[in-house]
């Protein structure tokens, strides 16, 4: 009878993941158990308490570089890196998701079940308190998130994809306002990301068919396998080809790159506000986290084969980031495209093959995560009696009646367009320099075109603000609350200093940049 061998686990290397999806669970009891006038309290608290500690353990397993968890599992310097740039910016979101003086009762539907544009949806905007499930959800998106740059096999990551994809697609549909519009955009997020699940998961298939061809070795979807399977497997290369696009497919759906973007503008412009920062920051950070571990681990022997495409890509990307902002008219879709730019030059980073570009990719994702929250700090502040003004029609004139955010928007859009002394001009330089370095001049030029022409659409916002008369339709901006002030002081100094002073994060993301393999 052969025994039963349990594979080692390292509880503390775990911990952080193991904390967040823990509170999430505590979360679902404090929702059963609590009052309903104490639960927003009790749960934003939790939740932030729950993001601190997770957050240092993460600092406290720096040192770490292993393999746990029967191979499932790699903690190295990526995983704590972004780890720790997940649980941060899950911070701010969370300030954003928590604050409920801007609106009365929050941002969040009072009852998710009520029928939208009814009269019980009607009273339920007028001020009742919103839903507070949200911080569960959020938590086991988190928890999702920080397995995802973490899984060192196929199943773990296809795992981790779903724990944070399905708490989003609730949230997308409880916007307290707009309730129609919020609802389209969770259905279109759902059933298009059940589609990119679809094709990861069939990648995996196609990727173990392949490694079974390995002499000797038995197959296997861990990284490890994978790696060897390049270079030694006997088996048709059009399952390593076939397979390779497919996962390519599902993580490019996730970090919003052309052609697999179409869901981001509905869905951002849908989403409750603190909702969309939370995506645009922190599922950006997953996303290309799981895509550097997956072609710079799995698939480095086959870069020549992945890097012409996934450049095409890169390419159009930024194209249609660019090009498309220049047409919008609604705040959140501007943002939404300018988000799809940027995972074009994120793509640039994960293309050069070198410890440069990947410390320099991975310093992007956390200037551009505090500039973009900031950013949806902001909008959560301009406001009218119908709740958020996102028509831009609606911010002409705004430095005139509120110059102090509209200053603070006009330097996040700055950053945006890449100005020297913000983060988004020493973060471009982050992901550009590598890839010049490694001959792929035709991905800088692109980025750089695409920059200059994306610039427009921030200047145009600028322009309006401040050029424009105010007239009886531009909205006032809210005093905000304790939570927004503190995200959005968080995020317009981490804009600064990153800007000016880039060199400990820069260092910090170089001394991180080695896989575990």
Partial sequence: MTELKLPSIDYAALAPILIMLGAALVGVLVEAFVPRRLRNTVQLVLALLAVLVALAMVIFNADDRLITAGQAIAVDGPTLFLQGAILILAAMALLLVGERTVERGGAFVAHAAVTAESADDRRQADGMGGTTEVYPLVTFAIGGM???????????????????SLPLYLLCALARRRRLLSQEAALKYFMLGAYASAFFLFGVALIYGFTAGIPGRGAGVDFATVHAAVSESSSSPVLLFAGMALLAIGLLFKAAAAPFHVWTPDVYQGAPTPVTGFMAACTKVAAFGALLRVFHVAFAGASWDFTPVLGAVAVLTMLVGAVLAVTQTDIKRLLAYSSIANAGYLLVGVLAPSKEGLSGTMFYLVAYGFSVLAAFAVVTLVRDADGEATHLSRWAGLGRRSPFFAAIFTFILLAFAGIPLTSGFTSKFAVFAPALDANQAWLVIAGVLTSMVLAFPYLRVVVMMWLSEPGDATPTVTVPGALTSA???????????????PAPLLDLANGAAEFVR
Wanted: net charge negative; proline share 0%.
């Fill in 487 to 501: 995200a959005l002081v968080i995020g317009v100094l981490a804009t600064l200093v990153l800007g000016v002073a």
């Fill in 146 to 164: 920080l397995i995802f740059v973490a899984a060192n096999d196929l199943l773990t990551m296809f795992i981790a994809l779903e724990v944070f």
